[in-house]
Structures are given as structure tokens and as C-alpha cells.
């Protein structure tokens, strides 16, 4: 038997982040084109929109979804909804190229049985951010969230299981892929205010796809 040196050492584009995150840099870039033009498609039929938080404040981010549910918030509060609150009809399906990437990275971070059935499209242009909080509207959190960034970077805000637990900044680029699952699929994360910049494929914003499976 050959001994192999290599066999045990993970491929340097996987990090672990906490238990059950895995952050994998650059996953996306061969898709980029595909996944741009998906997210086009989407909003031209579901636009996104800055929703109302059920605190009354308006979201700095932009939202859509696609597939059979979408992520809603209003003053009634945050949940999922097969319509669009804005269209009065039901989300786009979710474009191959998106559900594919999504389960294509779930499958190399060890959870082959993702099924999403909503991807949310969050934009953010520069200023907007994301405070706090937990993902906690889905319906089994066994199942893993896979998020993907494009255009402008950022600065995600990983923290822990409870509120007060101290945050690690963590840099995500144009093309990477994260996926949550097991104990941090519940911690809290926010994103920081997006700077100013130009992206060359997506001007002065900064995309992240996360699919889910909610219902
Ligand atoms: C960690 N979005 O939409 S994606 C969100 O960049 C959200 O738009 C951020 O947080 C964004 O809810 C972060 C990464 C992400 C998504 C869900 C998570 C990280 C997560 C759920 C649990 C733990
Ligand atoms: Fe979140």
C-alpha cells in the first residue's frame, strides 16, 4: 500500500468556522454568470423590496425569494409565505443554476439529503446591514442553511448560541459559499454596513443567496 501524505488533509479552500459551519472560498465562481442571470429573473418578477421589520423600521437590505416559500416580514411579524406580499402572487420557482450550487455545496459539507424549498435574495448597497439575530422561522433546523456571496465584500458577524456571545468578524467575497449546520445553524450572525465600492459584475451591491428548507 502507496502511504498517501495528502489523504486526511482537507482541501485549502474548506474552513471550518464553528462546529457545522464550513466556509468554501471561491465555491461559486464557476457559476457566476449563471447565478447572476438567475437572480435577475427572480427579481424582475419578484422585486425586491426594503420590508418592514415587526418593530416598524424599515430593513436597509433589499428582499426577494424564489421557489415555494418566501421570507416575509411585516409589523406582524417575520415568517414564510408562498406569496409575494408585494406582487400578490406566488415567488418564482428557484433557477436550476441556484438550487444546484446550493445543493452541490451542501453535499461537500456533508449533508447529501438538502432539499431547499425557498432561497432568499438579499441585496445589500452600501450602508445596508444586518443586525443580530437568529434563523429560527424554518421548521427543522436539522437541515442546513447554505448561503452565498456575490459582488461587493463583507464583513458576517458570527457569534454563538446566546446573544452576549463574543462575535468573530469573518470576510466573505465575491463566489464563496458558506454552509450552516448542526450547533451553529442556531447562533447568532449579523452582517456589517456594506462600504462603498464598485463591483465589476454587480456595480455598488453585494448579493447573498441563502437556501433553506422552511416548511
Ligand atoms: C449562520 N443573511 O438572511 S448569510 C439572513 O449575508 C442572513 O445576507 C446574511 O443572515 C447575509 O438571515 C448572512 C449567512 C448565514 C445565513 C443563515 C445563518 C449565516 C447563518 C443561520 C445560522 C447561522
Ligand atoms: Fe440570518
Keep these: 500500500m502507496t502511504p498517501d501524505l495528502f489523504a486526511d488533509t482537507p482541501p485549502d479552500w474548506r474552513e471550518a468556522l464553528a462546529p457545522g459551519a464550513v ?5 461559486a465562481l464557476d457559476a457566476v454568470p449563471e447565478l447572476l442571470a438567475a437572480i435577475a429573473d427572480v427579481q424582475r418578477q419578484a422585486p425586491p423590496q426594503h420590508m418592514e ?4 423600521r424599515t430593513m ?8 415555494a416559500l418566501g421570507w416575509v416580514t411585516d409589523r406582524s411579524g417575520y415568517r414564510y409565505s408562498g406569496v409575494d406580499p408585494y406582487t400578490g402572487l406566488p415567488w418564482p420557482p428557484m433557477p436550476a443554476a441556484i438550487r444546484e450550487m446550493g445543493c ?3 453535499l461537500d459539507a456533508g449533508y447529501p439529503d438538502f432539499i431547499p424549498d425557498t432561497c432568499l435574495i438579499n441585496r445589500y448597497q452600501p450602508g445596508a446591514r444586518m443586525g443580530l439575530h437568529q434563523d429560527r422561522n424554518e421548521r427543522d433546523f436539522t437541515a442546513p ?3 452565498i456571496s456575490l459582488g461587493l465584500p463583507t464583513a458576517f458577524l458570527f457569534g454563538g448560541a446566546q446573544r452576549g456571545d463574543r462575535t468573530q468578524r469573518i470576510p466573505l467575497a465575491h463566489g464563496d459559499v458558506v454552509v450552516w449546520g448542526g450547533p451553529s445553524r442556531l447562533f447568532f450572525h449579523g452582517v456589517a454596513p456594506l462600504k462603498p465600492g464598485q463591483h465589476p459584475l454587480t456595480g455598488e451591491a453585494r448579493y447573498n443567496l441563502t437556501l433553506r428548507r422552511a416548511g
Excluded at 53 to 56: F, Q
Excluded at 60 to 67: E, K
Aim: glycine letters at 18%; a positive charge; proline letters at 4%.
Design 145 to 147: 442553511i447554505v448561503s
Design 104 to 106: 452541490a455545496a451542501a
Design 23 to 27: 466556509v468554501l472560498r471561491g465555491y
Design 60 to 67: 436597509s437590505v433589499a428582499t426577494s425569494s424564489c421557489g
Design 53 to 56: 421589520t415587526p418593530g416598524g
